[in-house]
């Protein structure tokens, strides 16, 4: 477990190095963006500007300064809002939490049912018609089913808001309205999700429901519901929790798609939004906070898979 | 998602920023628009306006982007205002008289002009800015005050005061400015810059420390006192900012309660909460007009821009050679069907330019050659220049098929079909163009840095009341590997450098600019370094019960009468 732990600092350490070097060497300059436009600049200003924010040091300095300050906690400032990087990206972490985690929620609310009802109605046209939601849902583009959503529901309908958290007017308090605001956007983040679970809830329940206890238990003369609610989905559900750990990361990183749709204001819009005007220490910031995530969420799932079948050790 | 964005990617050069948001001029609106002086305008209700992107800085003396502009220029009025009928400079919170030498402004603010605090907004409040703007680290407009007497010293901490601002000391609303030399757009830029108030932001800058500046004072983005008609309310960070009415407003309280500026993804999704009226105004894309305009709740409203979209043509390409060929150049200008282009890609809105000043700006001349489409007179201009057509259809000298890149930024779908409409015409006349793409952000610095990649490009200027066309085309403004510079298309001419210094002055009065950028406006038209392109219309696209909106050419936001807006119960 400790040597998984410590895994994670080089591959964070690798992931950090990469990002660096890649955003910085992509054409562009931060600098001239974001002073494009000003009428009375001088090179001399522009000058001064880059050294202000360390861009006008060699590569390898400004890595190393820039790790120093993560260490310190320091992301650096945002060059577009003159604010430390780190501290805007979380407060824009709670609004991609919320999203994500609703997202979390109806994967497992539909997805689940949906798997197991199309493995015990086998071969119908329900079950068939589950298997090919299965197989569009994962396949549609994100942003298609975004646009989408937002006619229908929003333009067509007028059943739901398209954008933003809350409508103009309208305190931060008011749930109803923020449940309608989420209600679009994670639903099309969930999508994929949903798809996945009831192809894969199927199978598992088809593998379980073929199995001898299975057949023992309805042999015993235990109701239908009985057999299928404690025996058969319990063991089915098992390799479900393992999955639950990469979760969490893949709903942020997807998240990213469906914020810029719906202009939710999460991290993912955020750090989008950075990437287009070289903001670096946002980007760094952005890109840093979901990698972390991510391996944080691995080391769960390893955790996790020792725990639901001891077999595995984690080592 | 990145047609809006691609909107905001026209260049804003000339003109102050500060000014973006209170400019105006002559104006078409929407047929069968409604007079409003028939009703009877009532208070209440609120405009919700989309926008591509965030804000970054609720300041006009540290930031530079056009949404933060869009929001700080509703908070901080200016001294100096544009006329919406001509883009003169127009008196607003101050008065001003100019000396006779043309070197010292005296100015006299309003006396009913107030904070929204109750304090009256004096010659300090100015000053501050000045300070202020001076110290900053970060502001893009470090340069702005440069002219200034004694503004560079206090920038560099070598003096505790910029000299060249004098306060009266019998009244606290009395100031005068000395600058080095005239400097004609100084009005604009100079005092288009809006005093901040110096009982909230006067203590983060101090005379004797240049290390103490404004950069990290919260109320930078949470403004406790505004000048401008509305106050700042609450900033929901990434979604919406809100503004509330200034009771106080020297010109008048706003008959608004409020004004919200919402973050919109995408041009698409921004016509869809026009019609759901989540937005109630919004500028929209030339695609969606003829939808919009068919719903009975919205109206668009529609006007002349001084700005243009253009194809630049580098003269001193080291690969293609043959733009430096003036014949070469207006070959071009002939050979493509600029009309076509207008109904293809802008959906006729717009209008076509034929040099420097669109036709609504005052610097603007008449007479100029329109290049009408002409494939003959282009096919015997190349042929002048030494090109014979050869089997393949393309023209050709010494072997060598004359072709080359046109690049223009991804994402701009206006742009993108601009370029293969051009592609397709000069492939027509026999010339051979390879389109292509490139992000903004890495082609900015490219033009700018006068990388020998770039061959020709189709890009925008963004231009406001202000005439001076100087960063753009004098000769010293041409890019080199120490300092970068706008006029990327390496354009080099004696006569334009000396009418470009005139219209700088000494002389500042209207007519001697005018003349001197008519003559400047004759010669670009017929070197054309550019092909001048079009001039798109503005479109806004406003819920159609909004009231008293009279937008115009220098007010790119249409917004600059706000307070007078109401809204039709």
Same mark, same amino acid.
């Given at each position: 477990?400790?040597?998984? @732990? ?72 945002? @060059? ?30 539909? &997805? ?26 994962? =396949? ?23 954008? &933003? +958290? ?17 209600? @679009?956007?994670?639903?099309? +983040? ?28 309805? =042999?015993? &003369? ?13 063991? =089915? ?16 990183? &997807? ?37 972390? +995530? ?19 050790? =984690?080592? | ?47 919700? /306006? ?59 603010? /309003? ?44 920038? *560099? ?51 004797? !420390?240049?290390?103490?500046?404004? !950069? ?79 719903? !009975?709740?919205?109206?668009? %409203? ?68 329109? %290049? ?6 282009? $096919? ?15 023209? *050709? ?40 793409? $490139? ?25 406001? *009341? /202000?005439?001076?066309? %100087? ?58 370094? %550019? ?27 249409? /917004? ?10």
């Amino acid at each position: 477990m400790i040597r998984r @732990l410590l895994y994670a600092i080089p591959t964070l350490l690798g992931i950090s190095v990469i990002v660096f070097m890649l955003t910085r060497l992509s054409p562009g300059d931060p600098v001239r963006l974001f002073t494009f436009g000003s009428v009375t600049i001088t090179e001399d200003d522009i000058r001064q500007l880059r050294a202000f924010y360390g861009l006008d040091q060699p590569l390898p300095v400004q890595y190393v300064n820039w790790m120093l300050g993560v260490l310190r906690g320091d992301f650096g400032m945002s @060059l577009q809002y003159h604010k430390p990087a780190l501290g805007l990206l979380l407060e824009r972490l709670p609004a991609t939490l919320q999203l994500a985690l609703a997202a979390l929620l109806l994967q497992l609310l539909i &997805g689940v049912p949906l798997g197991v009802y199309a493995a015990l109605k086998r071969g119908s046209w329900v079950d068939n018609a589950i298997r090919l939601f299965g197989v569009v849902g994962h =396949a549609v583009p994100t942003f298609w089913i975004g646009l989408l959503a937002i006619i229908l529901f929003a333009v067509t309908l007028r059943v739901l808001p398209s954008q &933003g +958290l809350l409508t103009v007017g309208k305190d931060q308090s008011d749930i109803i309205d923020r449940l309608r605001h989420i209600i @679009l956007p994670a639903f099309v +983040l969930a999508l994929a999700g949903i798809a996945n679970y009831s192809r894969y809830l199927r199978t598992e329940t088809l593998d379980v429901i073929a199995q001898d206890f299975v057949r023992t238990a309805h =042999a015993k &003369g235990l109701r239908n519901r009985t057999v299928v609610f404690t025996h058969a989905l319990r063991n =089915a559900l098992i390799p479900m929790v393992t999955a639950l750990g990469g979760l969490l990361a893949v709903l942020v990183s &997807g998240s990213l798609i469906v914020e810029q749709i719906f202009t939710w204001p999460g991290a993912g819009q955020f750090t989008y939004a950075a990437a287009r005007v070289k903001d670096y220490p946002v980007i760094m910031a952005g890109v840093m906070l979901g990698s972390t +995530l991510l391996v944080v969420s691995y080391l769960i799932r390893d955790v996790l898979y020792a725990v639901v079948d001891p077999r595995i050790k =984690a080592r | 998602m990145k047609s809006t964005r691609a909107m905001r990617m026209f260049v804003s050069v000339l003109g102050a920023a500060s000014l973006v948001a209170t400019a105006c001029a002559p104006s078409t609106t929407a047929p069968g628009a409604t007079p409003a002086q028939a009703e009877t305008p009532v208070a209440g209700g609120r405009v919700i /306006e989309g926008t591509a992107s965030d804000a970054q800085r609720l300041n006009p003396a540290t930031s530079n982007d056009n949404v933060s502009s869009l929001v700080s220029g509703k908070i901080y009025d200016s001294l100096v205002n544009v006329d919406p009928k001509t883009g003169d400079p127009i008196p607003w919170l101050g008065k001003w008289t100019v000396s006779s030498d043309g070197l010292t402004y005296s100015w006299t603010i /309003e006396a009913k002009a107030n904070w929204s605090d109750g304090k009256p907004i004096i010659a300090d409040d100015f000053l501050t800015r000045v300070k202020s703007q001076l110290r900053s680290k970060v502001t893009p407009n470090k340069s702005t005050f440069n002219d200034v007497v004694g503004a560079q010293d206090y920038q *560099a901490g070598k003096a505790t005061s910029v000299s060249g601002i004098k306060i009266d000391p019998a009244d606290p609303k009395k100031f005068s400015v000395t600058f080095t030399k005239v400097f004609c757009p100084a009005l604009l830029s100079v005092f288009g810059s809006a005093p901040l108030p110096t009982h909230i932001f006067g203590k983060y800058t101090v005379d004797s !420390d240049v290390t103490k500046n404004l !950069d990290d004072a919260p109320e930078i983005n949470a403004p406790p006192v505004a000048s401008g008609p509305f106050k700042f309310k609450e900033w929901r960070k990434g979604d919406q900012i809100i503004l509330s009415r200034n009771d106080t407003y020297f010109l008048g309280a706003p008959l608004l309660d409020e004004y919200v500026l919402k973050v919109v993804a995408d041009s698409t999704v921004g016509a869809a909460q026009l019609k759901t009226g989540e937005l109630t105004v919004y500028s929209i894309q030339p695609g969606d007009v003829a939808d919009l305009s068919k719903q !009975d709740s919205l109206k668009v %409203y529609r006007w002349q821009n001084p700005g243009y979209t253009y194809i630049g043509w580098r003269q001193q390409s080291p690969t293609a050679t043959f733009l430096n060929d003036k014949r070469v150049r207006q070959a071009l200008a002939y050979g493509i069907n600029m009309k076509d282009v207008l109904q293809a890609v802008y959906f006729g809105e717009g209008t076509q330019v034929f040099s420097h000043h669109a036709p609504v700006s005052w610097a603007a001349a008449t007479g100029l050659n329109p %290049y009408a489409y002409d494939k003959a007179k282009a $096919e015997s201009l190349l042929k002048d220049a030494g090109y014979a057509k050869g089997a393949d259809g393309f023209f *050709a000298k010494d072997g060598k098929t004359l072709g080359f890149t046109i690049v223009t930024n991804q994402g701009n779908k206006t742009r993108e079909t601009f370029l293969q409409a051009a592609a397709e015409q000069y492939k027509q006349l026999g010339v051979k163009i390879n389109p292509k793409l $490139e992000a903004f952000e890495a082609l900015v610095p490219k033009l700018t840095g006068g990388s020998p990649e770039i061959e020709s490009v189709i890009i925008g200027w963004q231009i406001g *009341a /202000e005439a001076d066309a %100087y960063t753009l085309w004098h000769s010293s403004a041409i890019p080199t590997p120490e300092k970068g510079g706008n006029n990327f298309v390496f354009f080099k001419n004696a006569r334009v450098d000396q009418l470009l210094d005139i219209g700088r002055g000494p002389d500042c009065s209207k007519d001697a600019r005018k003349k001197a950028y008519q003559e400047f406006n004759q010669i670009l038209n017929e070197e054309q370094p %550019y092909n001048f392109g079009i001039s798109n219309n503005v479109l806004l696209a406003t819920a159609a019960n909004i009231r008293g909106i009279d937008p115009g050419s220098f007010s790119p936001t249409g /917004e600059w009468n706000i307070h007078k807006w109401w809204i039709k119960k």
